[in-house]
């Protein structure tokens, strides 16, 4: 008995350490070890993230970029996105690592925000802006899902993941795509069960806005449904 109670407790060890070197529990920006919630940053590096605080602010420049565009509600982004800094390795983390723990912390910044800004307090449901199945497979998930998982958190209000899609990639689009980068967005997005957003508050999710052609494009398809309104949050706005 003592003797399988000792082999147990070797291999649970063994595992444990193979498993930090698998998936090593470092602060991704700086490698201390002193690591705050999901895992990823110090204290440290956490301090130094540049937030925006856009979600308090009226006329932010998110907001600014709809204007004239699509018909949408208060909307922000958490973080500030410059190259080579702690908000670029979080996203990539999230994109090209499969560390959703990267993806719920950013989710978590977000539903804080959310809170404490006063312009947000009727949303009924999260929608993540899709990406194609394809990408999903091979990501293994949708990371605009792993960022509304973390809002829930903070905020517990449903996820629909199931209402709008991306729209597969047709030849004509492709071709276009490569004339005119951006502009020939209409067709990207479809809807299902919009039964579930009609008449409710949508909080449109994505990770990095950048021109907004594609909130705008998935706005646009969203509108459809007739949603009470639609907000968006970003996790990261990049200045351009
Ligand atoms: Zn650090």
Redesign the pocket.
């Known amino acids: 008995m003592n003797f399988i109670k000792f082999l147990i407790s070797h291999v649970k060890k063994y595992l444990i350490a193979f498993l930090h070197l698998v998936y090593p529990k470092?602060?991704?920006?700086?490698?201390?070890t002193?690591?705050i919630k999901f895992q990823v940053?110090?204290?440290?590096?956490?301090a130094?993230l540049p937030f925006t605080d856009f979600f308090e602010i009226e006329n932010n420049n998110v907001d600014k970029i709809f204007w004239g565009r699509l018909p949408l509600g208060p909307s922000g982004a958490a973080l500030f996105f410059t190259k080579n800094s702690?908000v670029q390795l979080l996203l990539f983390e999230l994109k090209y690592k499969q560390n959703k723990r990267a993806g719920w912390l950013l989710g978590n910044m977000i539903g804080w925000a959310l809170k404490k800004a006063n312009r947000f307090n009727e949303i009924d449901c999260l929608i993540p802006i899709p990406v194609r199945k394809i990408t999903e497979r091979t990501r293994g998930y949708n990371q605009s899902l792993i960022i509304c998982e973390g809002i829930a958190q903070v905020l517990p209000i449903p996820i629909l993941n199931a209402v709008l899609f991306k729209n597969k990639k047709t030849n004509t689009q492709t071709r276009k795509d490569r004339i005119e980068r951006g502009h020939n967005t209409d067709h990207l997005f479809g809807l299902k069960n919009t039964d579930q957003i009609r008449k409710k508050c949508l909080l449109l999710v994505d990770d990095i806005i950048t021109t907004g052609a594609t909130v705008e494009s998935a706005g646009r398809c969203l509108l459809q449904a007739n949603p009470s309104s639609i907000q968006f949050a970003a996790a990261a706005y990049t200045l351009s």
Do not use: A
Request: net charge negative; charged share 5%.
């Open positions: 470092i602060c991704l920006h700086c490698g201390s002193d690591l940053l110090c204290p440290n590096c956490y130094q702690i």
